[in-house]
């Protein structure tokens, strides 16, 4: 690994090497395409129903699950090797997609068995006869690929392996190369079975200081998806002093990053990230008396297999209490958190006002007479294409008219707007699952190009009071409550007086 700090990459790692050749002729013909039968495109097909019909273990009868022997280890290393000689993207996804539809659950025996649960119930069997009918139900609720995956997740490097694969499932979903109910199927049972072998009794909270090795160093670097690190000197002030930084590794993927927490340690809630990524003089010991306070201001994962896998919730509790073990006199936990899509959803609210000239349900009079004065245009469409070249942050006077309107319309997006009753934006979702208090929005705090574009410069503190989280959490989960500040409570107010929507 080189020692110099590659270019920001916020992608996913790929777990494990590809193969570009395999000794078997059916997993070469995969990788290649190329194999003797009835025209160039079947080919492929059969190669993959014949990997797929070996590879895939047959579902033992219910009496003798327990003394069926395991699938043979070669047959499922052949699968791993196939399956990574096969270019990612669409040939990839037609392999799962195969692998979904024709190696799911056996449709018969469920009706057969599901007839009999009720003819248990309808007779008033004895409850033993019942709990059996309904255990051999359950048997055969079980897909014959969930087999496949429970092997693979025992052989040596087969969790990196499923952790890959599901990664391609999630991007074969996302750019429709693969579809229909029983892709969606597969891919929620892979989740469900990875959130087992990923609980936390299987991971490893490790810290990343300058001594670490410098591959872990480059991954860390690598995966940061929140503010980029811009290079190597950057990078030693994100581990350095009055910075921690932490990762979850699996005992099965030792030295792996899998979920990472930047924390900054400080004497009150930030308010501007610039502060806490911008170069500062070096020191050589922290002041103890300087550290009230800890400021979670970046959380990225690295393995888009892990996707809906929850470890940022459990990352985030390992690392209070091990900040509480390294400084007790620390009482305040709080994020210094984005606020993606809020731009996005201005901008389509903007949209929305254009197709009726003259509307404003959006600013006040006052508001449109000053941005009218700077601009010589108050209308709806010059603010959105002020918002799409990012203009506006250029013009002082600019900003400062455009303030206590964004605030309070970034307060109503992340208070008020919704999806299914929760929290429309996911990182606002985040932080209310976790029992956090939206506590502070606030103005400029990133100036970045990645920050205006995203959410005009705004960003948001999520307060965690320790005593409260877990009844937080429940009412929200529960009840759909927000847990908000005063500030934050009266911004929504204003939103709710001056805009119409």
């Given at each position: 690994?080189?020692?110099?700090?590659?270019?920001?990459?916020?992608?996913?790692?790929?777990?494990?090497?590809?193969?570009v050749?395999?000794?078997?002729p059916?997993?070469?013909s995969?990788?290649?395409?190329?194999?003797?039968?009835?025209?160039?495109a079947?080919?492929?097909?059969?190669?993959?129903?014949?990997?797929?019909s070996r590879?895939?273990?047959?579902?033992p009868?219910?009496?003798?699950?327990?003394?069926?022997p395991?699938?043979?280890?070669?047959?499922?290393?052949e699968?791993?090797?196939?399956?990574?000689a096969?270019?990612?993207?669409?040939?990839?996804?037609?392999?799962l997609?195969?692998?979904?539809?024709?190696?799911?659950?056996?449709?018969?025996?469920?009706?057969?068995?599901?007839?009999?649960?009720?003819?248990?119930?309808?007779q008033?069997?004895?409850?033993?006869?019942?709990?059996?009918?309904e255990?051999?139900?359950?048997?055969?609720?079980?897909?014959?690929?969930?087999?496949?995956?429970?092997?693979?997740?025992?052989l040596?490097?087969?969790?990196?392996?499923?952790v890959?694969?599901?990664g391609?499932?999630?991007?074969?979903?996302?750019?429709?190369?693969?579809?229909?109910?029983h892709?969606?199927?597969?891919?929620?049972?892979?989740k469900?079975?990875?959130?087992?072998?990923?609980?936390?009794?299987?991971?490893?909270?490790?810290?990343?200081?300058?001594?670490?090795p410098c591959?872990?160093?480059?991954?860390?670097?690598?995966?940061?998806?929140?503010?980029?690190v811009?290079?190597?000197?950057?990078?030693?002030r994100?581990v350095g002093?009055?910075?921690?930084?932490?990762?979850?590794?699996h005992?099965?993927?030792p030295?792996e990053?899998?979920?990472?927490?930047?924390?900054a340690?400080?004497?009150?809630?930030?308010?501007?990230?610039?502060?806490?990524?911008?170069?500062?003089p070096p020191q050589?010991?922290?002041?103890?008396n300087?550290?009230t306070?800890?400021?979670?201001?970046?959380?990225?994962?690295?393995?888009?297999?892990?996707?809906?896998?929850?470890?940022?919730?459990?990352?985030?509790?390992?690392?209070?209490?091990?900040?509480?073990?390294?400084f007790?006199?620390?009482?305040?936990?709080?994020?210094?958190?984005?606020i993606?899509?809020?731009?996005?959803?201005?901008?389509?609210?903007?949209?929305?006002?254009?197709?009726?000239?003259?509307?404003?349900?959006?600013?006040?009079?006052?508001?449109c007479r000053?941005?009218?004065?700077?601009?010589?245009?108050?209308s709806?469409?010059?603010?959105?294409?002020?918002?799409?070249n990012?203009?506006?942050?250029?013009?002082?006077?600019?900003?400062?008219?455009?303030h206590?309107?964004?605030?309070?319309?970034?307060?109503?997006?992340?208070?008020?707007?919704?999806?299914?009753g929760?929290?429309?934006?996911?990182?606002?979702?985040?932080?209310?699952?976790?029992?956090?208090?939206?506590?502070?929005?606030?103005?400029?705090a990133?100036?970045?190009?990645?920050g205006?574009?995203?959410?005009?410069?705004?960003?948001?503190?999520?307060r965690?009071?320790?005593?409260?989280?877990?009844?937080?959490?429940?009412?929200?989960?529960?009840?759909?409550?927000?847990?908000?500040?005063?500030?934050?409570?009266?911004?929504?107010?204003?939103?709710?007086?001056?805009?119409k929507?």
């Amino acid at each position: 690994m080189s020692r110099r700090l590659g270019p920001f990459v916020a992608s996913t790692h790929l777990l494990g090497r590809p193969w570009v050749l395999l000794w078997r002729p059916s997993s070469v013909s995969i990788a290649t395409g190329a194999c003797a039968g009835p025209g160039p495109a079947a080919a492929p097909t059969l190669a993959m129903e014949e990997l797929l019909s070996r590879s895939v273990p047959p579902l033992p009868p219910y009496e003798t699950r327990e003394k069926a022997p395991p699938p043979a280890e070669l047959r499922s290393v052949e699968f791993m090797r196939s399956y990574r000689a096969l270019e990612p993207g669409p040939r990839r996804a037609e392999l799962l997609a195969r692998l979904a539809r024709d190696f799911g659950v056996d449709h018969g025996r469920v009706a057969e068995f599901s007839a009999k649960v009720l003819q248990a119930r309808e007779q008033q069997r004895e409850p033993g006869a019942l709990l059996q009918a309904e255990d051999r139900l359950r048997y055969y609720l079980s897909p014959r690929y969930r087999g496949l995956f429970q092997h693979l997740g025992r052989l040596e490097g087969g969790l990196r392996f499923l952790v890959e694969l599901r990664g391609d499932l999630v991007e074969a979903l996302a750019a429709r190369h693969a579809e229909g109910p029983h892709i969606r199927e597969m891919n929620g049972m892979l989740k469900n079975m990875l959130s087992e072998w990923f609980s936390t009794g299987f991971l490893n909270l490790e810290r990343v200081t300058w001594q670490s090795p410098c591959e872990v160093l480059q991954k860390i670097s690598d995966s940061e998806a929140v503010h980029p690190v811009r290079n190597w000197v950057d990078m030693k002030r994100r581990v350095g002093l009055y910075r921690r930084c932490y990762f979850f590794a699996h005992c099965a993927i030792p030295g792996e990053p899998l979920i990472i927490l930047h924390v900054a340690l400080t004497n009150e809630i930030s308010s501007s990230i610039q502060a806490i990524v911008k170069e500062v003089p070096p020191q050589e010991t922290e002041d103890m008396n300087k550290i009230t306070t800890a400021i979670f201001y970046s959380i990225s994962s690295t393995q888009q297999g892990l996707q809906g896998v929850e470890l940022g919730t459990y990352l985030i509790k390992r690392v209070v209490k091990e900040l509480q073990g390294e400084f007790p006199q620390v009482e305040v936990f709080s994020s210094l958190s984005p606020i993606p899509g809020f731009t996005k959803w201005l901008i389509g609210l903007l949209s929305s006002q254009t197709k009726e000239q003259g509307r404003n349900e959006l600013f006040t009079d006052a508001e449109c007479r000053e941005i009218s004065e700077i601009t010589g245009d108050p209308s709806a469409e010059m603010l959105k294409r002020l918002l799409t070249n990012n203009e506006w942050a250029r013009s002082e006077r600019l900003v400062k008219a455009l303030h206590s309107p964004f605030m309070r319309l970034c307060a109503w997006y992340l208070y008020g707007e919704k999806h299914r009753g929760y929290a429309l934006n996911p990182v606002a979702n985040f932080h209310l699952q976790n029992g956090a208090v939206m506590w502070r929005i606030n103005w400029m705090a990133d100036t970045s190009p990645r920050g205006i574009t995203a959410s005009c410069g705004m960003m948001v503190n999520y307060r965690y009071f320790l005593e409260d989280t877990a009844s937080n959490s429940a009412g929200y989960l529960g009840t759909k409550h927000i847990k908000a500040s005063e500030q934050v409570l009266s911004l929504v107010s204003q939103f709710q007086q001056n805009s119409k929507l």
